[in-house]
């Protein structure tokens, strides 16, 4: 399995729901990342997983908590979220997350949409 | 931080041309160099990498040249088909992943 997985595809919640985002390699990837992209802007990295520990957290809000609950997946979870958070959210992996020449792989996203 | 600049935003080209798009960086400890294509709806997909130890690298109609001096890497297209329209993200290493603002491709048939 050469692929990143992503559920759900399409995402509508309202702003006092509480859903979670789905991400799955079978790489043998150890770094799992969570980016955020909005329309027509490049993805910005939200959180890093090396050996499923959390190792960057890039000072994003608390209403996005992720979990890595083992080397194969990723979670985010989202509660109280707002308008403005609607985006595709990726999900990323790669070999190690330290290494400077590492790839990574991107899953197909989940597009969200709060209203 | 790293701080990736790329240029053109916007490219447009006719079918069979060359298409150049390029990518400045800003840290030199800086040593991988993917470029990723995203089609409308679709991931971000590599399409070709390079790392600091290489001046060039080409795969068929693609190409990457590094100038680690001057801190800036470009992407070459040649013979360029509509299936290459989309947008295209440079980004650079090491720690996290930074991109840059993307280029939007068009081939006109």
């Known amino acids: 399995d050469t692929e990143v997985t992503q559920t759900p595809k399409h995402l509508v919640m309202g702003m006092t729901n509480k859903k979670s985002l789905k991400c799955e390699q079978h790489?043998?990837?150890?770094?799992m990342y969570w980016y955020k992209q909005k329309a027509k802007k490049p993805p910005e990295l939200m959180f890093v997983?090396?050996?499923?520990?959390?190792?960057i957290n890039e000072s994003v809000p608390s209403r996005f908590s992720p979990e890595c609950p083992n080397s194969s997946l990723l979670n985010l979870h989202l509660h109280a979220l707002q308008p403005e958070d609607s985006a595709l959210y990726l999900c990323?992996?790669?070999?190690?997350?330290?290494?400077?020449?590492?790839?990574?792989?991107f899953g197909p996203g989940t597009r969200l949409t709060v209203l | 931080g790293e701080n990736v600049e790329q240029h053109p935003s916007t490219l447009s080209v006719q079918e069979g041309d060359s298409a150049v798009i390029k990518c400045t960086y800003s840290?030199?400890?800086?040593?991988?160099f993917p470029w990723y294509k995203q089609e409308l709806g679709k991931r971000p997909q590599l399409i070709i990498d390079?790392?600091?130890?290489?001046g060039e690298k080409k795969d068929q109609r693609i190409a990457v040249t590094l100038n680690k001096t001057a801190k800036h890497f470009s992407l070459h297209i040649t013979e360029t088909q509509p299936e290459d329209s989309a947008v295209y993200f440079c980004?650079?290493?090491?720690?996290?992943?930074?991109f840059g603002a993307g280029t939007r491709l068009t081939v006109k048939p």
């Open positions: 990323a992996s790669s070999p190690i997350s330290t290494g400077n020449t590492d790839t990574q792989y």
């Open positions: 790489m043998g990837h150890r770094a």
């Open positions: 997983y090396s050996y499923e520990k959390l190792s």
């Open positions: 840290d030199s400890a800086s040593n991988y």
């Open positions: 390079i790392r600091s130890n290489v």
């Open positions: 980004a650079a290493r090491p720690g996290d992943m930074r």
